[in-house]
Structures are given as C-alpha cells and as structure tokens.
C-alpha cells in the first residue's frame, strides 16, 4: 500500500504542467527585433494594395517587481502603394523621424504573470506613439491556466475584451512550448470601436452575427523556452484580418491584413536609463481614440496656420466656383470644414468680419460651419443668431444642419440649452420649432452613448410641456410632445401619459392630435424600454373612447416594439369584437403587411401576425378604402443582406370620405441594421370649410334655433363640438423630425397679412406679378455636406482602421430674367386681366449640381493615410438662353434659342477606386495607384450602337415562349455587349443627330472594372467609370442663326403652318380652304389614307368571300385592319407594299391549314343559310372554335355564350365587344354574311358609319407647333405638328402628324384616336417615309366576358423599329418572373404573333379576373381585389346595354363619384342608412321621426318623417333649412307642397331668394329638393318612398335615423344620447319627437320604465330601471299597440326607494341586465277639454 501511494505521488508530481508565464530578470535588458505590416486590398492576384511597415528594435528590463521599462530604438517607416510583391516598400525618412521622437523615450507598463497592466508614456507623447506602444505589449498578453491545455475565456487586449482560446502544446524533452490563442473580433464583450454619424442607424441585437458584413479575427503565436531559472519568450507573431463586404457578398470583401513578428536576439546586462521626465499613466491596452477623430476621410491637410489657411481656402473656393469649376469648390468646402474642425473661436470670429459683406462667401461660410460641429462652431453660430448677424432665412436654413451635424457632449449641449432661452431664436415661430426639435435630437446622440441620461438635460423639454399645459396652448403642447420623441428617453414616459385619457382624465379636454403627438412620442422610447410602451400603447389601442385615429397611432408604434404572438393574438381578438370598424381595418391591415414580410429582423412578428390574422374574420378583408389600411411596398435580398420598404399608412376620420391622416417613411436594412430614412406625415381636419360658401348665417335662421330646442327634449344629446380647419405636416429625417407646421385659417390670413398688408388673395397675385415683372437677377450657391459615417476599430499593430464615407453636394445658379408685360397692370387689378396681356422674357439661366462622395478603407491620422479610396462624383450643367413672347389673347407662344456652338457636358458620373498613401511630412508626394494594371484602351466608335440582324435561337422556356418579332437583332447583340464587359475595358459611344437643329447628343460609356475575376458588384466597382451625356455642334452646309419653336392655338393655328408671306393674302378671302391643299401635300397624308381605302374595299371583298363576320380587333370600316389572325390581314397585305408581308402571308397560310377544315365547315354552312340571322352562324362559328386560343371570337346570343363558356378555363372564355350588339352591327354582319345581292346596301351602311379619311377635310387644326432652325439664305429646317379633333355626340377623334420640313425629307409621323360611342377606344401610330414605315395600332372597349361586364385592350404590330424588339424582348423575359411574383397563373398558349391583349372582367364590385394575352404566352388571374367598389351588373346580356347612348367610360367616373356620397331612403318599413345598413321599422302613425339632421354646431338642416294613419305606405315630411319650413304630404292621392304653412303650386318650381340657394321641382311621379349649401344634394318623395343624398363633406356630421354617415356599421344603431341600441326597434323609436297631448297628433312619449319582476342581484333581491327610456303612450291614454324591444337596466338593492322620476341620468348608470320589455306603437285616448290658448309643443 505504502509503495502504491508512492508511486502515485512521484506520477503526479512528474505530470504537473511547467508554469509558462514569459519573465523578464532584474538586472537584464531584453533585445527584440518587431516589424509589423498593415495591408490593404482585395485578395485578387494582380490588383493594387496599400500598405505600411513599421520597424524597429525593442529592449525591455524589469525595474521592479510589476514595473517593466520598453525602449523602442531606430524606429523606420516604410509606405507600399502598387503591387505587391512587384513594388517594394519605399522609406518615409521624414515620417520615421517624427515618429522617433515621440519614441525617442522611455515607456513604462506593469507586467505580472503575462499580463500588461497600466502603462506611464511622457506627457507630451502623441497618442498615436501610445498606442503603437499598445500594440507592441499586447503581443505579450497571455493568460496561461495551468489545468488545462485547450480553453477559452474573454481576455482584454487593445481591441477590447473578446473570446479567445488558447492551445498550448508543451515539448518537456526539449524544454520549448508552443501557445497559440485566437480572438473573434465579433464576439466581445467591451469592444474598442468607435462610430461617428451612425447615431440614427439601429443594430439588430436578436439577428445572427453570420451575416455581419465586417468580420474580423486574430492570431497569436508564441514559443516558449523555458528551464531552471524561468520562461523566456523567444518568438510571437500576430496575424489579423479584417474582411469588409459592402454588399454582402460571401466571395467578394475588401481585406486588411496585419502582421506583428518580435524575436528575441538577445540579452544584455546594460539596464535601460530612466526616463528623464515624468510618466504620465495612459490607462490599459485598451485602444484609445483621440486625434484620428478630427481627420475627416479627404485627403490630408498639413495645418499649421489654421486662420490663414481658412481664408485662402475660402478665397479659392469661391473662385473656383465662379469660375465654374464645381469639382474643385467641392473639394475645397470638404477641406474647409477640417480645418473649422481645429480652428478656435476667435479665428472663426476674424474669419467673419473679413467676409461678412461678401454676399457669395456667405454660403460657404456659414454651411462649413455647420457641418464642422465643434463646439466653437456651435458657440459661433449661436452668437451670430443673438446678435442678428443672421437673416430669418440664413437661419432657418443654418440651424437643422447645425444641430444636426454637432458632436454631442456636455460643452455642446450646454450650448445648445442657450438656445432655447435665447430671444431672438423665440419670436420666430420657425426658428422655435427648429431649435427644440434639434434640442431633442442632441440629447437623443449623447445619451445613446451613456448608460445613464441625466434628467437636467430634460428638464427643459419637460418643462415646455408643463408651461403648455398651463396655458391650454395645443401648439406648444405639440412642439414639447414632439421634442421629447425626438429625445426618446423612458423618464419622460410620465410626461407624455398626462397627454393620454386613459391615464390623465385632464387629457379628456385636449384635441385628438395632442393625443396622437403623445403617442407618437413614445416611438423611440420603445428602443429603449419597449415592454413599458408596448403595455402604454396596448391599452390605449384598446381604449373605445380614444378617437379612432389615436388608436390607430397607437397600434403603429405597438407593432414597432415587435410584441410576441400572445400579445398579437389578443389584438386579433379584440377586432372580432371592435365597435369601430376604421380600427379594425387598419390593424387587420397592418398585420396582413407584418405577415408577408421577409425582414429577417421581423420574422417572428411576422409569423405572431400571420397566425394572428388566421383567427380573424375574412370579411375586414373585403372592406374597401373608405376605411383604413396599410399599403406596403418592399422587398429584401437575403443573398445582400439589404431592403428597404415604403409604408403608407391611411388612417380615415369618420367625419372625411378621404384619409385625414397620411403617414409615409421609408426604412433601410443593410447587413443586421435598419434606418428610417424619411417620414413625411399630413393631418387634415375639416378642410370642407375651406371650400365651402362661408357667408351664410345659419346661426340667425329658425331651423338653428329649432335644433337647439329639440335637443333638449332628447335624453343625453349634444351636438358635435367645433372643428376648425386645419392642415397639419411634419418631416422626419433619419428618425429625427426635424419640422413640422400647423396650417389653419388664422395662419394663412397672418401669412397673406405679412406679405401684402391685407388678407385678400388678389393683392397678393398682384404683388407676385409685380415682382416677377422687375426681373429676376442674381447668383445663388447652396453648398451642404450629405453626411460624414466613420467606423473605427483597432488593429494589433496599433494603427486605426476606419471606414470612412463622407459627401458633398453644391447647387449654384445664376439667373438673368427681364419681363415686359403690356398693358401694363392696372390699379383695379383682377387676375383676368392676364390673360389679356403680352409677355416678352429674355432670360439667361445657368443651374449646375455637384455631389462628391469619398469612401475610405484603411489607416486614417492626422499623420498619415494608407488604404483604398473610392471617389463617385456626379454633375449636371446646362444653360438655358432664350427670348420668349407669349400672346394669351392670340394664344401664341414663340421661343427662339440660339443652337450649340461649342461642345457642352450635360450631366456625367464618374467613380474611381485607389490605393492611396499619404504622409504629413510630404503633403506633396502623394502616392496614388490604380487597383487595376495599365493596359491598352480600345478606341471608341464614333457611331451608334445597332446589333446587326440576327434570328434567335431555341432554348430554355422563357427563351423558346418570346415571339419571333422581337427576337431578331438581339442575339448577336447581347453577345457583343457581353464580350466587351467581360473583358477589362469597356468603352461604348451612342449618339443621336438632329442636323436639322444642327446638334447631336451622345452618351459614352467607359469603364475599366474587375469583374473579369470575380462577378460581383464590389469587383464592378473596382475600377474606373466615366459615363456622360454631352451636347455637340452638328456641322451643316449652312450655318444656323437661331432655333426658333412657335405654337399656336386656337383659329390661327392653321396659318402657322405654311409661309406666313404667301398666306397672307389668301387668308382674308378664305381662312382655311385655301391652304388645305398645300396643308395636306405638307402632311404628305393624301397617301395614307388612300392607302387606308384601298385597305377597307379589299377588306369588305375578302370578307364576302369567306361569308363570316370579322369580329376581330379591327373590325371598324375606317381603319385598316392589322390583325394577324384575321383573313383581312392577308388582303391589306396582298400587294406587298408594306413591310413585312411576306411574313403576314406565311403566318396566315399556317393558320389556315391549321383549322381548315372548320373553316370549309363553316363556309358552307355560310352559303346553305345566307339569309338566316347573323346569330345563329355565330353560334356556329363559336362552338366550332374552342381549340382557337386567340380569345378574338365573338358570339352572340347570351343563353348559348354562356352555357358554352361555363365549364372553360378563364384564360379560353371569349370577350364580347358590347358595340356588337348595336343594330348597326347587327346589319353590318347580316349584310357581310348574306348573299352577293345585299353588297351594296352594306358597303352604303359602311359609308354612313366612317368618319372623314382626314379631318382637315371638314375642320381646321386646333393646335400647331413648328420646331426650326433658321438658316443663312437657307430654307429653314425643323419639324412641324398639327393637331386636330372632332367631337360628335356619337364619335370623338383626334389626329396629329409630325412631319420633317427639311427638304428632301419624307419621314412623318401619324397618329390617330378616336372614341366610338363611348363604348370603344381605338388609335393608331405611323411613322416612317410616309407613314408608311412602321405601325401600331391598339384598342380598348368595353364588352362580357364570361357574363360578366369587362373591358378589353389590345395591341397589334405589323413592323417595329429593333430598339422595340429589344425592349420588348427584355420586357418579355421579365414578365413571367414578375408575374410569378405577384401570383399569377402562367400558361404557353400559341397565339397571334403580332397581337398582345388584356382583359379586365368584373366579377363582383371589389373583384375582377384579368387575363393577358401575349403571342405565346397567357398571363391570368382570378379575384383579384379592387382597391374601391366598382359598380357592376353581373350577368347582364351586353344585347341589353344601349349602343348609341352608353357612356361607360364617363359613367364608370361617375360611379365612382357617386360611390362616395351617400344615399338614405325609406320605402314601406325598409330603411336604407347613409353607412348602407338595411333594417325593417314599422313608424308609429301621426309620430314625426327625425330621419337626418345635422348635429354640427351649424346646425343647417332637419328633416322629419311620419307615417300617415289612413295607410300604413304613404308618408309625410317636414324639412327645416333656414327660415324654410318645407312640407310635403298625400292628400286624396295627390302630392302637396307646403312652403312655411302656404300651399305651393306642384308643377312651378320653387328657389328661395336667401343666402344659400334651395330649389324645388317635379321630378318623375314626386317632388325633388336640392339645397347643396345646407348639406343636402338632393331629396326626392313620392308619397312612398323617400331618397335623401347629403354632400360628402357632411360626413360624420349627421344624425336621425339615417345614421351618422361614417362607415361605422358596427354603431349604426345610435341613439340620441349616444347609446347603443339593442335593436332597430329602439333605434328607430327614439328618435321620435313627443307632441302635446293636446295639440300634437302622436300621443307616445319616451319613459323610463321599471322591470315588474324581481331579479337576482348579487343573491339578493333587486328592482331594476332602464337605462334608456321606453316608448310609451301619455297619461290618460291607453296603448292599443306594442312591439317587445330589448333594453339594458341598471339594478339597485329591493330595499332602496328610488323613483323613477329620479332616475334622469340613468343613461349614465352601469347596464347591469337586459330584458326585453313591450313599447308603445298606438294609443287610444280619452277626449280631454283643452285649454283654448294651450300652445302646442314645437315639434322640436
């Protein structure tokens, strides 16, 4: 036992692992040689890197215990900047020498058990030298754990505390140990980065880090030798890199690579001296950010004289920018914002004063200072606003950017809360607004980067709101909301609940939009603390009380705090029982948006929302868009990380027909982040007002006062509270708003007050006028930095490796305008007088825009710079001279310009990627590299770019379904193209003469790129790009002096088209016969229409050949027929003028034989049945065509089309043409398909029909415009377009050619439209030599498909030119993946070649089918729904629809109109509310009802309705509109009219001669009201039944029976006192008006009434009363009717005594039961004697 227990102890004490920290011994100095390599580049072969190395000689010596001394000796800096290994490393001596200075001394670090402790540098030491120093001890930083060998744990090095693991591998034989350790850079803890300008771009803390597109890792190697007296560390090399993918793509990242090598190479016994000055401690090996921050990502600028160096750089700027040199400018502004940066606030000040009287340094000046963001920046501008150095608009404009752009910390933001005490900054409302706003944004930026905000820097925003509070000032109120939100900190969460009813019963009282601003104002809180504002929001979205869009924001900012699926499936629920059914549709929509969404950011929301919508009823799926909804726009690539989407959310008010809440943003995501990038948001409130006559004092009529006493006799009635118009709007940038406005009637009268000094609008025009007439003269410059992102991280080297973006943008114009007007204005100025006015304008406009964009990766110091640099710079230029004379009483317009003498560039983009290094000490040395080798550029061609004629090749689906007409001449194209770009170089000139205006414009394209190694967007970008539209002189035989465009309108338009002085004559005798000839030899149209008749004759002649109808697209007897698949076709294209018949020809052979023996079939039955009806042969025809895909046949006979089709598939049914069933048509066919006997009389009909081949045979032009070029003795050359148009009851055309009247010239173009009996839209387009070149014609008509109602649009081709084909064969292969998409069906479906069709069926008025039609593919879908109701007729034979008459295309716009107003009608006891709720009410008799009244506080109009005793159909009303009182009753069977008491002629109409107009007529068998300016469009009574259309803009402002007209069907049974009742019963009975018992016929009055029984309350005995009274007869009348109705009642204790007369505000009481009790509907009465003088009770 003894000797095994030995045994094990000598074991483990042999297996006990040597102890492997590295020491250092006294009295022993350390030598080691460190070089260090930072690379940057893409990891191709054959590309250009950017580098350096540094090296040196390393002692180190222990002094102490911990304390260790370093001293870095003959330190050297080597810069690379080629490639690599071609181009070698190149000294920088002066660099090495500045930074052996700062290393000349002594560093001192604390170092126990292979860990660095603190570490001391002198105090003059740059930071840069300290963390260089960081970077060499953090090679020494190892944490050894003596139990294990492979491990892991977080260890703090210069990049932070990350994961790291270690493996160590010991070799006890030769005493040598091996320890490796590598860190995820994207796994830690405490990371050293900084980012600058990304305060508004949100990470995903929840996404998976795999897809981050900056990866970066480390490794470290260390060899060990250890013996008796100790560890040495012999060797350690580092490896890091750093893989940057801008656009996510796996294969493609830019890469920094660095590399840290120390040896030992020996030991001497001479200890390093000691410092000779004192060592200030540095901290850790943490890495720390200090002067990298202040060097923007340009190029370096050595500063030593900041003052001076800002006024030579501005003094350039500016005169490069005059010069026009807008690249330099830029560049100069970006260097001018670094040097502000470092400037102090006397150099600003001195800056100032020397330029301060320079308008054009203004600009520049003060936008350099905003986009500084320093704190003397800051402290300056502030101080200019307070000493008004400043004007209103160089303010406005200064103080977003300023606020924006400035760093946030304790120096700024005390600056900033100046601001908002300063009173220069108060009494302008705009400045205010910006700066509380910026305020917030501020506080927003700094606490983002603190864990603890403290609550002074609140305090001012808190107090705004409490101070607004205060004084009921909802404008202030607004701006504290909106500021706080900005801010987005949780401790103003008990702030913005004061704001809330459901938490503050004071918010009550304020305005919906304060309640919408609060809720608004918890979005960005949520960040921070979403559980709070998710529990904030829930309850007020579930508070009934809360207006509906109120609600609605709350379940926007809900849904933003990403709620788990409990709490998403509790909202769902709640719709199946939400009263308010706008809320219902939009959070029904808004969570069908959530759940089809692909944000990976999103998903589970998406998938809680697509559960959630599953428990939810389909039918808020079919509410339209007179409710509220969510339209989402997106999409996302998994494959790049990247998406965006476009949400607009309409929130309907029930008091608009149309959204009175817009909310719109655009959100980001890139790589695990996302970005609200804009938000633009409008609120509008009772903007009817506005438009409405506002004269009329309804307050002084009867019916006013009337209303306000029958209000009173209705328990709990109020009417609406006051609403003033106003529109209101913000702007949110990046997350922040940063304005907002309140528009409303009082602002805009203070706006015109301010500008003229009265408050009416004409003295403003005329003031404009004014203006404008003086001229506009002068230069204006906006230059702005776009922004400044900057991602820094520490490499192991010690160097900073940013990602820098910043960009800039200039705008400059200079503008030289003069106008003359004659006669000039007169004192009584009205704007009519304009159009009688002579205007000639001389003006000279030059606008320019530059935006640069300069993008870094790499080392960025104050010292030196090292790394790739993308530069993309865009620019537009152009000048606009010309001399303009208009004529509003002749209706001429005539510009001349002069032509292009010189080359111009128009706009151009550039972009271009280097490997650059930069030191300070050279400032002029600059190495630049191109990442691409030299090579030798192709030339580039002069000439366009047209792929030569080639017939595609079969291949893939898609391939194989294009049609033979747009294949041609691609082929070979796109393999062209493909051949140069995928070559290094890439160079393509297209242009495009206009020698008759003496210009040419040509777009070239050059591009170097390395996509040749590796397709992806970061090798495309890799590279040089220079693409520019410029504007060259065409050189002519004959010079051109000017360019001359005239237009004429009107009666004149003719005589503008030949030579003035040849017409001049001639136009006094004749003013349009004369010049037609001429006109139309200019035209050259004589031969198009000739041709057109020769067409048509052939036509008719084939056709009676054949003995069928052509019912195909161009079946009208004045076109030509184009159409492929009919036997027409091949006649028209018999004399093979026209191109492509050849073609035409084969196709309809083919054709033929394909169904030729249905088409004997069919001719004979032709020939045996000439004189039988054309129904019965289509019938035929249809039945025996059903293989036909081409969906061109056409039936007749309703019963058998839609038995045939019944059982088909939607893409095979057959559209109906609804002109086909005219009688016209119906003799056309018949004479078509008889015997030879009846040709005349068709081709008769057929002359009839047409129209005019020209229509400048019977009507002079309309419109003529001329485009020339005047010439030296030269006939001037130009193009020339004549419009004309006719309008028939039955018929409207138009026509418009375009002809060259450059000689010889023949090409024009013709272009002819016209609408055929409203039913059928037809056009066609020409041009060419003649005309006759190239044609396309279309068509849309209305029609059945599938008995449904449906419209039809074709297109048809014979010869398009090849940059058609081209497009159309791209459009073609990106329409199945489209459709696709979007869920529709695809199907190969051989069809016309040259013809494309859509139809559109109505299924249902929110549905409709759609079937597209191409030459060998159908596209269709089904039920697809329409965003608003369209009115349809389902089923309806197209026989029954009139020919003549049907105007479907204007009808279709009416209905549409109509389908928004709202219409109530009553017939026998059916009641059709304004909301559409159809209900049975049986009206007590002799009772007057209140069927509609307005309960706006105007209180316009009321009408009244009873039911007469004698029969239970006829009825009476009484309408109450100002001092009218209107009644209309039966009487013996006859209609009366009854105008305040006096009976009025039936058959006379009646107008009132009061401030709003009221008019009454006969109409039909009834009388028809209409006073639009109380509201009422239009009633109409016949004794039975009764219509009322109120206007649109009364909406939500009604009452009665008729309802509130709010869309809110789910209340549709409200009382007077706001309650709902339990049937249509008690709805409609309380709204009965009580009458005296003596003087009033209706002997039924409203009682609460007790329930006889005893109930259960609480176990105990109870008495209960109803809440709401009940119809009952008067005292002393006993009730001879009733009906049970269901009431709610409020129950109390049986021992308590209450009476029923106590009970007024029982209607206020809890509902504790419901029961259903009789009321009263007839009473029988005792006679009474009346008091002679009683006087009886209005009806109010």
Request: glycine share 6%.
């Amino acid at each position: 036992m003894k000797g095994f227990i030995l045994t094990l102890v000598l074991t483990l004490v042999g297996g006990q692992k040597q102890d492997l920290e590295p020491a250092f011994h006294m009295g022993k100095t350390y030598l080691y040689g460190y070089e260090s390599v930072i690379m940057h580049g893409l990891p191709d072969r054959d590309l250009a890197m950017a580098g350096v190395r540094l090296t040196g000689k390393l002692e180190i010596s222990r002094v102490s215990q911990s304390n260790h001394l370093l001293q870095i000796r003959e330190p050297k800096l080597e810069e690379h900047n080629g490639f690599w290994p071609m181009d070698p490393f190149i000294p920088s001596l002066r660099l090495s020498e500045t930074i052996a200075t700062c290393l000349s001394q002594a560093f001192k670090f604390e170092y126990t058990e292979g860990r660095v402790g603190s570490i001391f540098a002198p105090e003059d030491c740059p930071i840069l030298c300290t963390n260089l120093v960081r970077g060499i001890l953090n090679m020494m930083q190892i944490t050894i754990k003596k139990s294990q060998n492979v491990y892991e744990l977080q260890e703090a090095g210069i990049e932070g505390i990350c994961q790291t693991r270690y493996i160590i591998q010991d070799d006890s034989k030769s005493h040598w140990a091996t320890i490796s350790k590598s860190k995820d850079l994207t796994n830690c803890q405490e990371k050293a980065v900084k980012n600058v300008g990304m305060s508004y771009i949100r990470p995903c803390p929840t996404c998976s880090p795999k897809v981050r597109n900056i990866k970066g890792m480390v490794m470290f190697t260390y060899k060990m030798k250890y013996d008796d007296s100790g560890v040495s560390l012999m060797s350690a090399t580092s490896e890091q890199v750093y893989q940057i993918s801008p656009f996510n793509e796996p294969n493609a990242a830019a890469v920094m690579e660095a590399r840290q090598e120390l040896s030992l190479v020996g030991v001497k016994r001479t200890p390093i001296s000691a410092p000779k000055t004192q060592l200030q401690n540095q901290g850790s090996l943490r890495y720390h950010f200090s002067g990298e921050l202040l060097q923007m990502p340009i190029p370096l600028i050595r500063i030593k004289n900041p003052d001076l160096q800002l006024t030579e750089t501005l003094r350039q700027l500016v005169q490069n920018n005059e010069k026009g040199d807008t690249k330099e400018a830029s560049a100069k502004f970006l260097q001018m914002v670094q040097l502000f940066r470092v400037a102090t606030l006397d150099q600003i000040e001195s800056l100032w004063l020397q330029f301060v009287n320079e308008l054009s340094y203004r600009p520049w000046f003060l936008s350099a200072i905003c986009a500084a963001g320093a704190t003397d920046t800051f402290r300056f501008l502030k101080q200019k606003i307070h000493d008004e150095k400043l004007n209103i608009w160089e303010a406005a404009a200064t103080l977003p950017l300023a606020f924006h752009f400035v760093t946030p910390n304790k120096q700024t933001l005390e600056v900033a809360s100046t601001f908002l005490t300063c009173p220069q900054i108060q009494k302008v409302l705009v400045h205010r607004i910006i700066v509380y706003l910026g305020y917030g944004s501020m506080v927003n930026k700094y606490c983002a980067q603190t864990l603890l905000c403290p609550n002074q820097l609140l305090q001012p925003l808190h107090d705004l709101a409490t101070e607004a509070t205060s004084k009921a000032d909802a404008k202030d109120m607004s701006l504290a909301l909106k500021a706080i939100g900005n801010a987005g900190e949780p401790a103003s969460i008990k702030r913005i609940l004061k704001f809330l009813p459901t938490f503050s019963s004071a918010a009550a009282s304020l305005p919906s939009r304060i309640h919408a601003d609060a809720v608004l104002a918890l979005r960005k809180i949520a960040r921070k603390d979403p559980a709070k504002v998710r529990e904030i929001t829930l309850q007020v979205f579930m508070d009934n009380t809360l207006a509906p869009n109120v609600r609605m924001t709350a379940c926007v900012v809900l849904f933003e705090t990403k709620p788990a699926l409990p709490m998403v499936a509790a909202m769902a629920s709640s719709l199946l029982t939400e009263p308010s059914l706008q809320v219902a549709s939009f959070t029904y929509s808004h969570m069908k948006v959530l759940a089809v969404g692909r944000i990976p950011q999103l998903y589970k929301l998406s998938s809680a929302c697509n559960i959630a919508i599953k428990l939810l009823s389909p039918r808020l799926d079919r509410l339209s868009y007179r409710y509220s909804k969510v339209i989402h726009v997106g999409d996302y690539s998994s494959e790049y990380q990247a998406g965006a989407i476009w949400r607009f959310y309409l929130m309907n008010s029930p008091s608009t027909m149309f959204p009175s809440d817009i909310i719109t943003k655009v959100r980001g995501y890139y790589a695990n982040t996302a970005t609200d990038i804009i938000e633009v948001a409008l609120r509008s409130q009772s903007l009817a007002k506005l438009i409405r006559k506002q004269n009329i004092p309804f307050a002084e009529y009867d019916t006013y006062k009337t209303l306000k006493e029958l209000g009173k006799t209705f328990l709990g009635w109020k009417e609406l509270p006051p609403e003033d118009p106003l529109v209101s709007a913000y702007i949110k940038v990046l997350g922040q708003e940063i304005a907002f406005v309140d528009i409303d009637k009082d602002a805009i009268q203070q706006i015109m007050m301010h500008l003229t000094g009265s408050s009416d609008w004409q003295p403003v025009v005329k003031k404009v006028v004014e203006e404008v007439q003086r001229g506009i003269s002068g230069r204006w410059t906006l230059p702005a930095m776009v922004g400044e992102l900057r991602h820094i991280v520490p490499t192991v080297v010690g160097l900073p490796l940013e990602l820098g973006l910043c960009g800039a943008a200039v705008a400059h114009t200079a503008a030289d305008v003069d106008i003359q007007m004659s006669p000039p204005l007169s004192d009584n100025f009205r704007p009519t007088q304009l159009l009688e006015t002579k205007m000639d304008i001389h003006a000279d406009i030059r606008p320019k825009a530059y935006f640069q964009m300069i993008a870094m990766m790499g080392i960025n110091t104050q010292y030196f710079q090292s790394g790739l640099e993308f530069h993309a710079e865009f620019s537009a230029n152009t000048t606009m001279k010309f001399d303009a004379r208009i004529n509003m009483k002749e209706k001429n317009l005539k510009i001349e310009t002069l032509p292009c003498h010189q080359e111009a560039e128009l706009a151009a983009v550039r972009s271009e990627v280097y490997a650059i290094s930069r030191n300070m000490q050279e400032a002029d040395s600059e190495k630049k590299s191109q990442l691409l080798p030299k090579g030798e550029v192709p030339g580039t061609s002069d000439q366009p770019f047209q792929p030569p004629e080639r017939s595609s090749r079969p291949g893939s689906w898609k391939q194989s379904s294009i049609p033979s007409v747009i294949s041609k001449g691609y082929q070979q194209g796109s393999e062209e193209a493909h051949h140069h770009s995928a070559g290094r170089f890439y160079t393509r000139m297209f242009c495009k003469k206009f020698e008759s205006l003496g210009c040419s414009t040509c777009l070239s394209l050059k591009s170097q790129n390395s996509a040749f190694l590796r397709n992806t967007y970061l090798h495309k970008l890799v590279g040089e790009l220079d693409a520019k539209i410029t504007l060259k002189p065409v050189h002519t035989d004959a010079d051109i002096d000017k360019i001359e465009l005239e237009i004429q309108a009107g009666s004149k338009a003719a005589s503008k088209i030949i030579d003035v002085a040849s017409s001049g004559s001639k136009e006094e005798t004749s003013p349009y016969e004369d010049i037609k000839a001429k006109l139309k030899k200019i035209l050259g149209i004589e031969n198009v229409f000739t041709a057109s008749n020769k067409t048509r004759r052939r036509t008719k002649r084939i056709n009676r050949d054949y003995k069928t109808a052509d019912t195909g697209l161009w079946a009208e007897p004045s076109a030509p027929h184009l159409s492929s698949s009919s036997s027409s076709a091949a006649a028209s294209s018999a004399d093979g003028k026209e191109p492509g018949n050849d073609h035409k020809k084969d196709e309809i052979r083919q054709s033929g034989k394909k169904h030729g023996n249905k088409n004997s079939s069919r001719s004979s039955s032709g020939r045996r049945s000439g004189s039988s009806s054309v129904s019965s042969v289509s019938s035929k025809v249809c039945s025996s065509s059903q293989e036909d895909h081409s969906g061109d046949r056409d039936c007749s006979g309703h019963s058998e089309y839609s038995k045939q089709q019944v059982t088909l598939p939607v893409y095979q049914f057959w559209f109906k043409p609804a002109d086909e069933q005219g009688p016209g048509r119906e003799i056309l066919n018949s004479s078509i398909s008889s015997s030879s006997s009846s040709a005349a009389s068709a081709e008769g009909i057929s002359r009839t029909m047409s129209q005019p081949k020209f229509l400048g045979d019977s009507k002079p032009p309309i419109l003529a415009a001329v485009l020339r070029a005047i010439h030296k003795n030269e006939q001037p050359t130009g193009l020339q377009l004549v419009l004309y148009a006719d309008t028939q009851p039955w018929r409207s055309r138009i026509q418009v050619f375009v002809s060259s009247i450059t000689r010889p010239s023949r090409w024009k173009l013709c272009a002819d439209a016209s609408v055929i009996n409203y039913q059928k839209i037809s056009g066609s387009l020409k041009w060419g030599k003649d005309c006759q070149d190239y044609q396309i014609a279309t068509q849309i008509a209305t029609g059945q498909f599938a008995a449904y109602p449906a419209m039809q649009m074709k297109l048809e081709w014979l010869t398009v030119p090849s940059i058609i084909r081209t497009t159309a064969r791209w459009f073609y292969s990106f329409l199945p993946g489209a459709a696709y998409v979007l869920g529709y069906s695809l199907r190969q479906q051989l069809g016309p070649s040259h013809q494309a069709t859509l139809v559109m069926a109505l299924t249902s008025p929110r549905t409709c089918d759609v079937v597209f039609k191409l030459p060998e593919l159908t596209i269709y879908n089904r039920a697809i729904r329409l965003p608003l109701p369209f009115p349809s007729r389902p089923g309806t034979p197209v026989s029954t629809l009139p020919s003549s008459d049907w105007n479907v295309f204007s009808q279709a716009t009416l209905s549409l109109i109509e389908s928004f107003k709202a219409h109530c009608s009553v017939f026998q006891n059916t009641i059709t509310t304004f909301n559409g709720v159809e209900f049975n009410y049986s009206m007590p008799a002799n009772c007057y009802h209140v069927l509609v009244q307005d309960c706006s506080p105007e209180l316009k109009f009321l009408v009244m309705m009873k039911r007469l005793e004698e029969s239970a159909d006829l009825t009476a009303i009484n309408v109450r509109l100002a001092s009218h009182e209107v009644d209309m009753y039966v009487s013996n069977g006859l209609i009366h009219l009854k105008i305040n008491g006096v009976q009025a002629p039936r058959d006379v109409p009646y107008t009132s001669n009061s401030d709003a107009s009221i008019l009454i007529s006969s109409e039909e068998e009834g009388l028809a009201l209409k006073a639009p300016d109380y509201g009422i469009d239009k009633l109409y009574y016949d004794g039975h039944r009764l219509k009322i259309q109120v206007a649109f803009w009364m909406a939500g402002k009604t009452c009665g029976i008729c309802g509130k007209y709010d869309a809110e069907k789910e209340r549709e049974y409200q009382m007077p006192s706001g309650y709902l009742a339990k049937d249509a019963v008690s709805f409609g009975q309380s709204w009965i008006i009580s009458e005296d018992l003596c003087a009033g016929a209706c002997k039924l009055q409203r009682k609460f009434v007790k329930i006889e029984k005893a109930v259960g309350f609480e176990k105990m005995a109870a008495k209960c009363f109803s809440v709401e009274p009940v119809l009952r007869c008067m005292e002393g009348c006993s009730a001879t009717g009733t009906v049970p109705v269901s009431v709610g009642f409020h129950c109390v204790p049986a021992d308590s005594a209450p009476s029923l007369e106590r009970q007024l505000r029982l209607g206020q009481k809890s509902e504790d039961a419901v029961s259903s009790v009789p009321a009263h509907t007839a009473c029988s009465c005792q006679h009474r004697p009346c008091p002679a003088s009683a006087p009886a009770l209005t009806r109010s």
